[in-house]
């Protein structure tokens, strides 16, 4: 059974102390990793696409890369905005399913 | 990407009562998906709508409690039949163009039952 967890739960910081969230996976065969930010009330929004170990991607002050057992979302010069709950999640070459981890809770302080 | 329409935002249902949630996309799409998300955890998947087919449901979810519609390939619906305040919670709803490329979501249907 696909399993997804996101360490830390929360993660407090200053505006601009650079950080990284990470999303651990276990898979019987990997077709995709998807990050998604979600505010508040609303759906999570997508982020990255990874899909082979050693890929990385860029948006603005986020970059997630990939491993065989693991993804890191680098968050650099982070700001208020940025503040939101991460969620990684995990789609195995045998099914449609994303399997969700449990999300970070990110806060950026001014 | 995908813009996708939920109504009701949200709702107060009386239990016992069911509720219909309705999913609208702005261009055709294979997959569509159907999520619940309890207050402060992630989002588990209730089942996978393909149009043309029957819903296929996770485990834990059953089809006369939450009876979804496809009729075409820009519109879905979610019931949630005979409430309990144990149905409260946030439904959104999901497409897929592949099972390659990433999926979109709603901005939710947020629903107490009380």
């Known amino acids: 059974e696909d399993q997804v967890t996101q360490s830390p739960e929360a993660l407090r910081l200053q505006e601009g102390e650079s950080s990284s969230l990470n999303c651990s996976y276990t898979v019987s065969g990997l077709r995709g990793l998807f990050w998604y930010r979600q505010d508040p009330g609303k759906g999570p929004e997508f982020l990255f696409t990874l899909y082979s170990a050693g890929e990385e991607k860029e948006k603005e002050r986020l970059k997630a890369t990939l491993t065989k057992k693991e993804s890191f979302l680098h968050i650099t010069a982070p700001k208020p905005e940025d503040s939101a709950t991460y969620l990684c999640?995990?789609?195995?070459?045998?099914?449609?399913?994303?399997?969700f981890g449990e999300g970070t809770q990110l806060t950026v302080n001014p | 990407s995908a813009v996708i329409s939920q109504k009701p935002s949200r709702d107060i249902c009386q239990r016992g009562t069911s509720l219909t949630i309705q999913c609208q996309v702005d261009s055709q799409v294979t997959m569509m998906f159907w999520y619940r998300q309890q207050p402060g955890q992630s989002l588990t998947l209730i089942a996978t709508a393909n149009q043309g087919s029957e819903a296929t449901y996770e485990s834990g979810f059953v089809i006369d409690k939450f009876p979804i519609s496809r009729p075409n390939l820009t519109f879905s619906t979610l019931t949630v039949s005979n409430m309990s305040p144990e149905d409260s919670s946030i439904y959104l709803c999901?497409?897929?163009?592949?099972?390659?490329?990433?999926?979109?979501f709603g901005q939710g249907t947020r629903l107490t039952v009380v």
């Open positions: 999640a995990v789609r195995e070459t045998s099914g449609s399913r994303l399997t």
């Open positions: 999901s497409v897929s163009q592949t099972l390659n490329t990433e999926a979109f």
